[in-house]
Structure formats: structure tokens, C-alpha cells
């Protein structure tokens, strides 16, 4: 099935542990996002790549990096948890820059103690 | 300070009845303004978006005003029902940044039967 996986499902961290969240997707599309949705705040971006090989930094990029080796995946880590840094993360898709619409995966759960 | 702020936060409806959520912007450039549904433990999903040239738009019982003026949008759900219930999330993107999306806070809606 066509689509975003994103890996894992949860996660509950030590603060000041490294973490890697994981996001492949399978309708070679360019461009794809990071977010994080905290209650009451929406969702908003981490980071960003408009294609393979380029990233760009979103709303709230402090603590988060990517990278973007191939089209298909978009790793986010966590370089020393916060607790701050828990929230649910989605990874989202679309088929350019250009294109209006996002393709959300399921998300990931982080609890950052 | 969010660029898209979204009311109310919470709103329950009886089957039936019509659902109201409102969103206002501050950034003039914003070209594009979708509508996004998330069920519990699922990614967001486009439901339906307008441009600001247009003042209303209809799919369903779902519909969409704008008022450029304003610089307000409003989502309207027509005979709500069960499965209507899930939080929705307004957004706004600009073209010439790349269709990044802002999104609001979120609604959660919850219908009644």
C-alpha cells in the first residue's frame, strides 16, 4: 500500500539520549516535512527537504536535524532529548514544492523523561 | 505568536447539527488555505482547501467561506454526524515560500448521536 511508515509507533527516552526517528515513503515524492503537534498548538514544522540531498529549516529547528540521502527517506534525530521534546512527531510528503497538498504518516509518539 | 489562530478549541454538536470553526491570519501573502482532519492515532488528511479569489467553497457537507477583507476563513459541517468527530486543523500556505503549511491550533469536534 502507497504511502508514509513511520518508525516507531512510540518511544519513551532518557533526556539526553539520541534518538532517531524514522520516515520512508514509497510515492516518490520530493518534497517531504517533519512536525511536531503539541495540544493547542497545531502542528509545526521542524525541518524540511524539497528534494533529495537539500534541507531547510522549518518553525521550531532547535534540538532536531535530517538528513535526505534519497528520495524515499527522511531520518529526524534528536541529538540529546529534552523533555520539552516530547510531543507526537509526523513526517508528511507531497510531490514537489510546488504541490499544495500533504500526505501526513501515522506519527510517532515521543515521551522525553 | 501564531500567524493562524483557530476557535474554538473544543466544540461537541448533536448529530444533526451544523459545526462551525473559525480561523484568522496576519500574513496577507498566504495564497492557499486547506482544511485538514485527523482521526485518534491517525496522520492529518486534506479534507477540502479554497483560494483566496474565491469566497466559498463546497464538497459534501463541507464547506468553506472566506473573507479576504477579514482575513478570515471558516469551516461549516453540515448535518454533523458520528463519524464527523475528529480534530480539524486550518492552514495557510504562501507559494513563494514554498507552500510550507502554517496550521492553526486545532478543533477537536465531537457529535453526539
Known amino acids: 500500500i502507497a504511502g508514509i511508515t513511520q518508525a516507531p509507533t512510540s518511544q519513551i527516552l532518557a533526556a539526553g539520549r539520541r534518538m532517531t526517528l524514522r520516515c520512508t515513503q514509497d510515492?516518490?515524492?520530493?518534497?517531504m516535512y517533519w512536525y511536531r503537534q503539541d495540544l493547542g498548538l497545531g502542528l509545526r514544522l521542524i525541518h524540511y527537504?524539497?528534494?533529495?540531498?537539500?534541507?531547510g529549516k522549518g518553525e521550531v529547528p532547535d534540538g532536531y536535524s535530517v538528513s535526505r540521502a534519497n528520495t524515499d527517506d527522511f531520518p529526524l534525530t534528536l541529538a540529546s532529548a529534552v523533555p520539552s521534546q516530547t510531543s507526537v512527531y509526523f513526517c508528511?510528503?507531497?510531490?514537489?514544492?510546488?504541490?499544495?497538498?500533504?500526505?501526513f504518516g501515522p506519527g510517532t509518539r515521543l515521551t522525553v523523561t | 505568536q501564531q500567524q493562524v489562530k483557530q476557535s474554538p478549541q473544543s466544540l461537541i454538536v448533536q448529530k444533526g447539527g451544523i459545526s462551525i470553526i473559525n480561523c484568522a491570519y496576519e500574513?496577507?501573502?498566504?495564497?492557499?488555505f486547506p482544511w485538514y482532519q485527523q482521526f485518534p492515532g491517525k496522520g492529518p488528511a486534506l479534507l477540502i482547501a479554497?483560494?483566496?479569489?474565491?469566497s466559498e467553497k463546497k464538497e459534501g457537507r463541507f464547506t468553506i467561506s472566506f473573507n479576504k477583507s477579514a482575513k478570515q476563513f471558516s469551516l461549516h459541517i453540515m448535518d454533523s454526524q458520528p463519524g464527523d468527530s475528529a480534530t480539524y486543523f486550518c492552514?495557510?500556505?504562501?507559494?513563494?515560500?514554498?507552500?510550507?503549511?502554517?496550521f492553526g491550533g486545532g478543533t477537536r469536534v465531537l457529535v453526539k448521536p
Open positions: 500574513n496577507t501573502a498566504f495564497d492557499y
Open positions: 527537504s524539497n528534494t533529495a540531498g537539500t534541507t
Open positions: 492552514a495557510a500556505s504562501e507559494e513563494a515560500a514554498g507552500n510550507k503549511l502554517t
Open positions: 508528511a510528503s507531497s510531490p514537489d514544492r510546488a504541490s499544495y497538498e500533504q500526505y
Open positions: 510515492m516518490r515524492h520530493n518534497a
Open positions: 479554497i483560494r483566496p479569489d474565491v
